[in-house]
């Protein structure tokens, strides 16, 4: 079993986690002191996990959505440090009265498009996530019709660097892209970040015309998330 205390060597791919949380009403009715309790635990637990060997990133989504009060966004070196990570974070007494009410998960990997010159924004082809410094966060799983993958490498990579031309229109906006094919139920996980919420609204329109949104088979739910550190995203919780 992983544990936080002992570090890992160094992985060249990265095991990405966005799982969101619903708070159940019963523990809102608990007293003052007790909720305080708990928050604390969680926020001891949770620090501990921050280590070496994973990122946590913690997000808001209260009043963003109906389904859940909070994300967390792991990147750890092995599956075995995010589960025993997850598991430490449901035995608490804050984790008896939580919900995942989703989550995705994915590696990440180089992408086999060339598409030109690398740049900053351009996480979508490094083989590594760098997250955070941001304060508006847009996550949504992604997948690709079967007749896309039929279709000759070369028409492909046309479309995909259409795709990516148009997005880099929006350099404020960083994208990471991590692949769930084989490991989860959608292809790629898709995360957005940027400090501006208008930049989100005018790319999704600006990519819808180009080809690459024909051969979409999935892009929703779309989650809009704002950054908040731990102690501070647990007291919106309640």
């Known amino acids: ?49 921050d280590c070496s060997d994973m990122r946590v990133l913690t997000y808001t989504t209260m009043g963003l959505r109906a389904e859940c009060d909070f994300m967390l966004w792991r990147i750890a070196t092995s599956l075995d440090c995010l589960n025993a990570a997850h598991s430490d974070l449901m035995k608490t007494h804050l984790g008896g009265y939580l919900e995942v009410s989703h989550s995705f998960m994915g590696m990440t990997r180089r992408s086999q498009y060339l598409i030109g010159q690398e740049h900053e924004s351009d996480q979508a082809l490094r ?25 000759p490498f070369e028409e492909r990579q046309r479309v995909v660097q259409e795709q990516i031309k148009a997005a880099q229109e929006f350099s404020r906006i960083r994208m990471n892209t991590v692949y769930s094919i084989g490991v989860d139920d959608n292809e790629f996980v898709i995360s957005l970040e940027t400090d501006y919420l208008e930049d989100l609204v005018d790319m999704a329109m600006r990519l819808r015309e180009v080809e690459n949104s024909l051969h979409i088979l999935k892009d929703i739910p779309r989650l809009t998330c704002m950054t908040m550190p731990l102690e501070q995203m647990l007291e919106r919780v309640g």
Do not use: C
């Not at 760098?130 to 992604?142: D, E, N, R, S, W």
């Open 1 to 49: 079993m992983a544990d936080p205390g002992k570090h890992a060597a160094p992985s060249r791919r990265q095991i990405v986690n966005f799982a969101f949380f619903r708070v159940l009403p019963e523990w809102r009715r608990l007293a003052i002191p007790e909720r305080r309790e708990h928050k604390d635990e969680v926020t001891r637990v949770l620090q501990r996990w």
């Open 127 to 151: 083989s590594y996530v760098k997250a955070g410094g941001t304060k508006y966060l847009v996550v949504y799983p992604f997948s690709k019709t079967r007749e896309w993958y039929l279709r």
